[in-house]
C-alpha cells in the first residue's frame, strides 16, 4: 500500500512543473513565405531550425537567452515570444536578421 501512495504523488508534482517550462520563453514564429531559421537557447541546442514553409505557424522555446538567425526576414509574419511582438526590422541586415532575446 505504501508503494501505490508515493507513486501517487510523483506524477501529480511532475504536471504542474511541464506547462510553466512550456510557457516559459515561448517563441512562436508564422512564416508568409519560405524562410530559413534558427533558435538556440543558453545551451547553445537549437530549439527551432530548419526551413519553413510558406504558411507554416511553429512554436517552441527553451531556455532563455535565445540566439536568433533569420534567413529571410520578409518572409517572417511574425515573430513573437509570450504574445509579444518581437521587432526584427532593427536587427535586418541585407534580408537577414540576427539577434539575442534575453
Not at 510557457?23 to 530548419?50: C, H, Q
Amino acid at each position: 500500500v505504501p508503494a501505490a501512495v508515493a507513486a501517487t504523488p510523483a506524477p501529480v508534482a511532475a504536471a504542474p512543473a511541464a506547462p510553466a517550462a512550456a510557457g516559459n520563453g515561448e517563441l512562436r514564429i508564422r512564416f508568409a513565405s519560405d524562410t530559413w531559421y534558427e533558435i538556440r537557447d543558453r545551451s547553445g541546442k537549437v530549439v527551432l531550425g530548419g526551413t519553413a514553409r510558406a504558411g507554416q505557424d511553429l512554436s517552441g522555446g527553451g531556455t532563455p537567452p535565445y540566439k536568433v538567425v533569420i534567413g529571410n526576414v520578409k518572409g517572417v509574419e511574425s515573430l513573437t515570444r509570450n504574445g509579444a511582438p518581437v521587432d526584427l526590422a532593427a536587427a535586418n541586415r541585407n534580408n537577414v536578421a540576427r539577434l539575442t532575446l534575453p
